[in-house]
């Protein structure tokens, strides 16, 4: 008996940090410096790793150890954007795109996919940095960290879906941590990994990922309809 095929893919969003852009030096910098600017100890580069993809605030509480200390969380998210702000003033400063975002992201947009971002960041740095690498141009829609709860919380995904048009099952999100796929999951779309970002290939699986990529350029392979779960 024939298994019944999901419709085709018609929306792609992408997480920015770790999936996109290669910004994992500026963000270990800047907490690093948040923390000690608020008399902490420095957390280790690899927990800072294990908080990307979450919102600022509700991420430097889990790197506290102390979530329910808002007051801290919110004194050492404020020295993460001072911190930022410096660091990203530096002449040296650089986030570069991941290989192969731009061809991949040409190439999908000619197929008519839909593109979107699911991010992080507030919308004002999101913004910054897609005019900056000149990807504005492809996405109709941004979801970002001031606008909705943090991951993986399902609510960016959602407001793509109604922006766009488009069902749970026609969508894809593609990221680089736990977050991006539980998000994925918790909306009833499918979640694709990608292993050169912040979390292991194999905590994506466990949280849900169909494909886990070691090169962005492998996206397009993925997209075929699959058998209805």
Not at 10 to 36: E, H, P
Not at 180 to 185: L, P, S
Not at 189 to 201: D, E, L, M, Q, T
Request: charged share 20%; with cysteine.
């Amino acid at each position: 008996m024939a298994h019944p095929v999901r419709p085709p893919v018609r929306l792609i969003v992408f997480d920015c940090d770790g999936t996109l852009v290669d910004s994992q030096a500026t963000i270990v910098t800047c907490a690093q410096a948040a923390f000690v600017a608020c008399g902490l100890v420095p957390p280790h580069a690899d927990a800072i790793r294990r908080i990307v993809g979450l919102s600022l605030e509700p991420a430097m509480g889990v790197l506290l150890g102390d979530a329910d200390d808002l007051d801290l969380s919110r004194r050492i998210a404020a020295e993460y954007r001072t911190a930022f702000f410096a660091y990203r003033a530096r002449p040296d400063f650089d986030e570069p795109l991941f290989d192969g975002v731009v061809a991949l992201l040409d190439r999908l947009s000619a197929e008519n996919y839909v593109l979107g971002v699911a991010t992080g960041k507030a919308m004002a740095g999101l913004v910054r940095v897609l005019e900056h690498h000149d990807l504005a141009r492809y996405f109709v829609t941004l979801q970002t960290a001031d606008l909705h709860p943090s991951k993986p919380h399902p609510a960016m995904l959602e407001a793509a879906m109604r922006e766009t048009g488009c069902a749970a099952d026609e969508t894809v999100i593609v990221g680089d941590t736990t977050f991006d796929i539980e998000m994925g999951v918790r909306a009833g779309c499918r979640a694709i990994g990608v292993a050169y970002g912040n979390h292991p290939s194999a905590e994506l699986y466990e949280a849900g990922a169909e494909h886990v990529m070691h090169h962005i350029g492998e996206l397009t392979g993925f997209l075929a309809p699959l058998p209805a779960r």
